[in-house]
């Protein structure tokens, strides 16, 4: 709520400047608050907003932005198949504009797609080539412990998941992937039936219950 309010503040304060770009940061943070409070409508009302204004500039990168909330709202429905289009579609235009998570955003969008087609494991080499060159980035960690918990090899990811707990997940970053790694190590702990570290991740959750976790 907090957050909403000072995108609110940032608005109000673009709007009064004629400051366009800073209105489509506004527009931008207002939609991903709304749909972490699963407020919906009111987040495809603030996408459509920010996508009207954004077509009067000649700015690649926020055709970019735009791209990824309509693959959003398309997951949100259930429209996987249009959803998939849409991120590699928005891919293409992240890739030319040098949008430096572009590549980020893309794989956590397929690996969640795959997620809900049963089909991770279909994901496996580019992610195990994601971990591998982006050691520091620990979501990718998170998201192959789990690839390998839904694909049966529950000692493979036993061993990643050991080695994130080790600190009682105190090393995965509070970034904007924290959330996101939480929700992959959570059912990655379910899948291996830890109940002390179920216990540990649900202290660390709670202060975010009724929030719904997004991508970008």
């Known amino acids: 709520a907090e957050r909403l309010d000072l995108a609110s503040e940032l608005l109000a304060l673009g709007q009064a400047t004629n400051d366009r770009d800073v209105q489509l940061h506004a527009h931008h943070w207002r939609a991903g608050d709304l749909l972490e409070a699963?407020?919906?409508?009111?987040?495809?009302?603030?996408?459509a907003r920010h996508d009207a204004l954004a077509a009067t500039l000649d700015s690649p990168f926020r055709t970019w932005v735009a791209g990824y909330w309509r693959a959003n709202m398309a997951y949100?429905?259930?429209?996987?198949?249009?959803?998939?289009?849409?991120?590699?579609?928005?891919?293409?235009?992240?890739?030319?504009?040098?949008a430096k998570n572009a590549a980020g955003v893309f794989a956590t969008?397929?690996?969640?797609?795959?997620?809900?087609?049963?089909?991770?494991?279909?994901?496996?080499?580019?992610?195990?080539?994601?971990?591998?060159?982006?050691?520091a980035v620990a979501?990718?960690?998170?998201?192959?412990?789990?690839?390998?918990?839904?694909?049966?090899?529950?000692?493979?990811?036993?061993?990643?998941?050991?080695?994130?707990?080790?600190?009682?997940?105190?090393s995965l970053p509070f970034d904007s992937t924290w959330l996101?790694?939480?929700?992959?190590?959570?059912?990655?702990?379910?899948?291996?039936?830890?109940?002390?570290?179920?216990?540990?991740?649900?202290?660390?959750?709670?202060p975010y219950s009724g929030l719904y976790i997004m991508v970008g």
């Open 76 to 98: 949100i429905h259930g429209d996987l198949a249009g959803a998939e289009q849409t991120i590699r579609e928005t891919m293409d235009v992240g890739t030319r504009v040098h």
């Open 109 to 135: 969008f397929l690996l969640g797609i795959r997620r809900e087609q049963a089909k991770m494991a279909e994901l496996e080499p580019m992610l195990r080539q994601l971990v591998q060159t982006q050691p």
């Open 180 to 206: 996101v790694s939480m929700e992959n190590v959570a059912s990655t702990c379910v899948a291996l039936g830890d109940r002390e570290r179920a216990a540990t991740l649900y202290r660390l959750a709670a």
């Open 38 to 47: 699963g407020r919906i409508t009111e987040a495809a009302q603030e996408m």
């Open 139 to 170: 979501a990718w960690r998170c998201t192959l412990s789990l690839l390998l918990a839904n694909t049966g090899r529950l000692d493979e990811a036993r061993q990643i998941f050991e080695q994130l707990a080790a600190d009682d997940f105190a």
